[in-house]
């Protein structure tokens, strides 16, 4: 039983981190742009969802990603075919001279650029999924780790890009960890109290809040309201768990920055995305009180 929990929760992680990317390139705009609706191409994306889930590339720039390859491979093909050379032609005159027609310019068209960062999405979220359900097995609450797990890559992915936690997925993920929780909560074998996820996800999200408030330019809004739902996350295995995890995030975060000070690569007010070790700090904390539930 527990192979199979462990295959299907790499499956479920693999599946869903494939639909990360082109999530993640519609998302990681600035925050007076609007969504983007049309791949670097041009193409507009469409699918289920309007064109929110689907593969990274749309169907026309996979489909011109495919080298064409001749029927017989083993035939030789001359892609240049000899042609006869051109007779001698007198040179115009004047009155019968034209303009030279400009030859039209080939459209830029890149092989999806603006993907690349994310390529590591699918491996990364079946790790966390897979982990997720070696630490907590058969429980209820396993299922709110998988569905929360997929969004918190995503939030990481277009935080790392454009230093920026969408409100489309901070208070849906707020909202989801609440409601799915509250349901395994009604369910016999849980390890964990709904009621004390709601005190976590009030007391780290307000800490968030003080700190944003103190210093603006350290800490982002977004940040706020994505320790809401980490804090409910880290809350339901209790208050030891919620300072571990939010502690970790924090941690994560200075080890970062002050690397990057000291390979010159930023200085003391260099703002960093904080919103990925926020979660990893969040994913460390859920494993362990798994673990010990």
């Known amino acids: 039983m527990d192979a199979v929990l462990l295959a299907l929760a790499a499956v479920w992680g693999a599946a869903t981190g494939l639909l990360i990317p082109r999530a993640a390139y519609r998302f990681a705009v600035e925050p007076?742009?609007?969504?983007?609706t049309a791949c670097?191409?041009?193409?507009?994306?469409?699918?289920?969802?309007?064109?929110?889930?689907?593969?990274?590339?749309?169907a026309p720039c996979a489909a011109q990603a495919v080298p064409a390859t001749p029927a017989n491979p083993a035939t030789p093909v001359n892609p240049?075919?000899?042609?006869?050379?051109?007779?001698?032609?007198?040179?115009?005159?004047?009155?019968?001279?034209?303009?030279?027609?400009?030859?039209?310019?080939?459209?830029?068209?890149?092989?999806?650029p603006a993907y690349a960062p994310t390529t590591l999405a699918p491996l990364v979220t079946a790790l966390a999924c897979v982990a997720l359900a070696a630490a907590t097995g058969a429980r209820p609450e396993l299922v709110a780790w998988l569905v929360l797990a997929p969004v918190a890559v995503l939030l990481a992915v277009v935080d790392r890009r454009v230093h920026r936690l969408p409100d489309p997925l901070t208070l849906p993920l707020a909202a989801a960890a609440v409601l799915l929780l509250g349901g395994a909560a009604l369910l016999p074998g849980h390890a964990g109290s709904w009621t004390s996820g709601l005190l976590g996800g009030?007391?780290?999200?307000?800490?968030?809040?003080?700190?944003?408030?103190?210093?603006?330019?350290?800490?982002?809004?977004?940040?706020?309201?994505?320790?809401?739902?980490?804090?409910?996350?880290?809350?339901?295995?209790?208050w030891t768990v919620l300072f571990l995890g939010g502690f970790a995030g924090f941690l994560f975060g200075a080890a970062?920055?002050?690397?990057?000070?000291?390979?010159?690569?930023?200085?003391?007010?260099?703002?960093?995305?904080f919103g990925?070790?926020?979660?990893?700090?969040?994913?460390?904390g859920v494993l362990l009180g798994s673990l010990a539930g």
């Open 202 to 238: 009030l007391a780290l999200g307000g800490f968030y809040l003080l700190l944003f408030l103190i210093n603006p330019n350290g800490m982002g809004f977004g940040d706020v309201k994505l320790a809401i739902a980490l804090g409910v996350a880290l809350g339901w295995h209790g």
């Open 80 to 112: 240049l075919p000899r042609m006869p050379a051109p007779e001698p032609q007198a040179p115009p005159t004047p009155e019968s001279a034209a303009p030279p027609t400009p030859e039209p310019q080939a459209t830029a068209t890149p092989t999806s």
């Open 32 to 36: 007076e742009e609007p969504w983007r």
């Open 256 to 273: 970062y920055g002050l690397a990057l000070v000291l390979l010159r690569r930023a200085g003391r007010r260099t703002g960093i995305p």
């Open 40 to 58: 670097p191409a041009g193409h507009l994306l469409t699918g289920p969802a309007r064109g929110w889930l689907g593969p990274a590339r749309c």
């Open 276 to 284: 990925p070790f926020m979660i990893a700090g969040a994913l460390i």
